[in-house]
């Protein structure tokens, strides 16, 4: 009845390009030049830069970073393998509170495969993560979901401080944090869990230096490379790709523009609006993030307006105050890193669309997107639940009926189920022997007889609904089971991945959680595996 694996056709809201994409459909080739096999990435190593100076340097700021953040001696190793000359998989996820949902750690799991793949290929691979550090939606990270003992749905909320519309790594935890953080680890239970979130999630901390302390001791064993992009010294690096974007702003926006046209002959969706104003830059105001526009040969931030050399002349001198927009942070990821591959989600690969333009013209080559490991995982009591009660994923995902009233029309006593169907059965027998009958004697009396027919079995129907709404009133029970596999596997109508924090699995199953991970990342199934916990 729980399938391993379930197509992405069952899932709710798979656009047509994610499903193409999973496909290999030939219309999407064009828009995704790399095939996704391993051989494939592998063979990309001779024409990816690695173990060049910029490398070095970047290493360097690694090492500083992830030793702040209490990084293992895998980690390190690791750090000095990319100064060495190894390449890189990427991945990355916004900051979000206690670690971000789920699917965060189905990105790393699915990163750290690849690169132990590659590894034994002969091409000496690290994993690196990218936190979305410059990203400015607050309401996005400063909150997590949790599950109480009994699955019933448990949310936070962080207070913070910082400047409206700044870059997260900019917005720190504010008074509370630590009775939220004590209620959390009340929560959990674990003791070693408890201990991480301790450590990392301060009052005063930013969002961004609480995650990473947390993601170092998740992924300690691992070796996991750790990146802030918000970093000063990074921005210095940067300068030159901010510059060059700005120059060929122009060109960039027309490639940009002709591929969305291209996206939508194809019937597929863009997932980031461009106009003919737009160029790939923010600007720091007051601490704010301020997209840069372009018009008439000039530049504009805000209300302030700027000639190209003075906005050239601004990006050289204080590179820090810059940062790039979703069509360029890829980019200036792989001007970074020498990166073989990324692995993303739905939107990202959506995007990856679009952005294929913007890597060809800035970087002369197109890092290939991969499509991260995506499941539901099951835990034993739902899992006995589901069997209980007959319940299939994609009849909870697609919402046949209210969970509950499947459950408790199945619920209805075996005898009365079985009189129901037998009266369905006696009624459509009979119903049909008069229509045949019907239309020998007067054909145009089978539509009343059809009509008739339809009206018997709704009341039939209607009547089993009132035995099922009868049921549920009598036994609570249903209503709570009904509650507890809704919250666990599809809370608040959403994927159980984009939702449940990870730290709430990882707690209840501790570092063995991140190998049944990266285990499944590398089963057959392409499409959203469904993992069963023991």
């Known amino acids: 009845m729980i399938p391993d694996c379930i197509p992405f056709s069952s899932i709710p809201h798979t656009t047509k390009l994610f499903a193409d994409y999973l496909s290999q459909a030939p219309e999407v080739h064009r828009l995704f030049p790399h095939s996704p096999d391993v051989a494939h990435i592998a063979s990309r190593a001779h024409v990816v830069p690695s173990g060049t100076e910029a490398h070095r340097r970047i290493a360097e700021v690694l090492e500083r970073q992830n030793r702040a953040w209490g990084a293992s001696d895998a980690t390190q190793r690791n750090i000095q393998r990319l100064r060495e000359g190894a390449h890189a998989v990427v991945t990355g996820q916004q900051v979000g509170l206690f670690g971000g949902p789920l699917l965060a750690l189905m990105k790393v799991a699915s990163t750290l495969h690849l690169a132990q793949q590659l590894d034994r290929s002969d091409v000496p691979c690290v994993p690196v993560f990218w936190m979305a550090s410059e990203d400015h939606d607050l309401a996005e990270v400063n909150q997590a979901l949790l599950l109480t003992h009994d699955f019933q749905l448990a949310p936070f909320q962080a207070a913070t401080n910082g400047t409206e519309g700044a870059p997260v790594a900019d917005i720190r935890l504010g008074e509370g944090t630590g009775a939220l953080v004590e209620q959390a680890c009340e929560l959990l239970g674990d003791p070693g869990t408890s201990g991480f979130l301790r450590e990392s999630y301060r009052e005063g901390e930013t969002l961004s230096d609480a995650y990473a302390r947390l993601y170092a001791r998740i992924f300690a064993k691992h070796g996991l490379i750790i990146l802030d992009p918000a970093d000063s010294e990074l921005h210095r690096f940067a300068a030159p790709l901010f510059v060059e974007a700005i120059q060929r702003a122009q060109e960039l926006d027309d490639a940009l523009l002709a591929r969305n046209r291209e996206l939508a002959a194809a019937g597929y969706h863009e997932q980031v609006k461009v106009t003919d104003l737009s160029t790939p830059l923010f600007a720091l105001v007051e601490g704010a993030r301020v997209p840069v526009h372009r018009a008439n040969g000039q530049f504009s931030i805000g209300k302030e307006r700027l000639s190209p050399d003075e906005l050239i002349h601004r990006i050289e001198s204080h590179p820090e105050r810059f940062n790039a927009n979703v069509l360029l942070r890829p980019v200036l990821q792989d001007y970074w890193l020498p990166t073989l591959a990324y692995f993303g989600g739905p ?174 990342a590398q089963t057959p199934c392409p499409e959203h595996k469904i993992i069963r916990l023991g």
């Not at 022997?433 to 008739?452: K, N």
């Open 347 to 520: 939107a990202e690969i959506a995007y990856f669309a679009q952005v294929g333009v913007v890597y060809e013209k800035l970087l002369g080559r197109v890092t290939p997107i991969l499509s991260r490991l995506s499941a539901t995982l099951i835990e034993p009591r739902i899992e006995r639940l589901l069997e209980k009660y007959q319940v299939e994923l994609p009849e909870l995902f697609h919402g046949e009926c209210e969970l509950r009233d499947c459950i408790a029309a199945r619920s209805l006593p075996q005898e009365l189920k079985d009189d129901f169907s037998k009266a369905r059965t006696a009624a459509d027998t009979a119903m049909l022997r008069i229509s045949d009958s019907l239309s020998r004697l007067d054909p145009t009396l089978v539509r009343a007889s059809e009509r008739a027919t339809s009206k018997v079995l709704y009341q039939i129907g209607r009547l089993e609904r009132r035995a099922a709404a009868a049921e549920l009133r009598r036994n609570e029970v249903i209503v709570r089971h009904a509650a507890q596999i809704e919250n666990s596997l599809y809370p608040r109508k959403t994927l159980q991945e984009r939702e449940i924090s990870g730290i709430y699995f990882y707690a209840r199953y501790g570092p063995a959680l991140i190998d049944v991970l990266i285990q499944s």
